[in-house]
Antibody, heavy 122, light 108 residues
Framework: QVQLVESGGGVVQPGRSLRLSCVAS????????MHWVRQAPGKGLEWVAL????????YYADSVKGRFTISRDNSRNTLFLQMNSLRTDDTAVYFC???????????????WGQGTLVTVSS | SYVLTQPPSVSVAPGQTARITCGGN??????VNWYQQRPGQAPVLVIH???DRPSGIPERFSGSNSGNTATLTISRVEAGDEADYYC???????????FGAGTKVTVL
């Protein structure tokens, strides 16, 4: 069955960087678009970023554009989120999610990891 | 950018029907997804493409989409259906996914 395991979360000071990873198994990773979605404590879901199956197309929420970079290594079945210039309002649980399609647009997130907590605080 | 409007909460007695709405401009032209999130857990896709149920999702969950409102209907509600429910869609004008703010379903 599909498994998505996030890691890399932790406590970081404002302005610093952090890199999240998501290791996938149970499906052909290189065939699926992949997302990062976050959830601030006690708040709703916020879509963060999407990469197509081959990394050729990437999309970002306005709140992270220019600061976050989504990438993937299909040889290692791993999705990444490089987060720079972190702010206190980036504090959230970050989920990776598998898309139902290759491109990831006009689609849905069929499977989700359990998330990793990022806390931005001085 | 595109805005999705959900009621903050819906209460329903066991065995009854819960209807959760998701409002958006001409939303009927878009493919709407619905996710269930139980406390402390990851979201689960319960409806995609507005009315299709992924495998493993009970038939009690159904979706519809007309005009400016998409609706998730949960029939014969059970205690285990108590959760937050989010609608979502792809907004092609901004190349973003958008989530509604979520609806907390309470089973009385």
């Amino acid at each position: 069955q599909v498994q998505l395991v996030e890691s890399g979360g932790g406590v970081v000071q404002p302005g610093r960087s952090l890199r999240l990873s998501c290791v996938a198994s149970g499906f052909t990773f290189s065939y699926s678009g992949m997302h990062w979605v976050r959830q601030a404590p006690g708040k709703g879901l916020e879509w963060v970023a999407l990469t197509s199956y081959d990394g050729g197309n990437k999309y970002y929420a306005d709140s992270v554009k220019g600061r976050f970079t989504i990438s993937r290594d299909n040889s290692r079945n791993t999705l990444f989120l490089q987060m720079n210039s972190l702010r206190t309002d980036d504090t959230a649980v970050y989920f990776c999610a598998k898309d139902s399609s290759r491109l990831g647009t006009y689609s849905s997130s069929s499977d989700w990891g359990q998330g990793t907590l990022v806390t931005v605080s001085s | 950018s595109y805005v999705l409007t959900q009621p903050p909460s819906v209460s329903v007695a066991p065995g009854q029907t819960a209807r959760i709405t998701c409002g958006g401009n001409n939303i009927e032209s878009k493919r709407v997804n619905w996710y269930q999130q139980r406390p402390g857990q990851a979201p689960v896709l319960v409806i995609h493409y507005s009315s299709d149920r992924p495998s493993g999702i009970p038939e009690r969950f159904s979706g519809s989409n007309s005009g400016n409102t998409a609706t998730l209907t949960i029939s014969r509600v059970e205690a285990g259906d108590e959760a937050d429910y989010y609608c979502q869609l792809w907004d092609s004008s901004s190349d973003h996914y958008v989530f509604g703010a979520g609806t907390k379903v309470t089973v009385l």
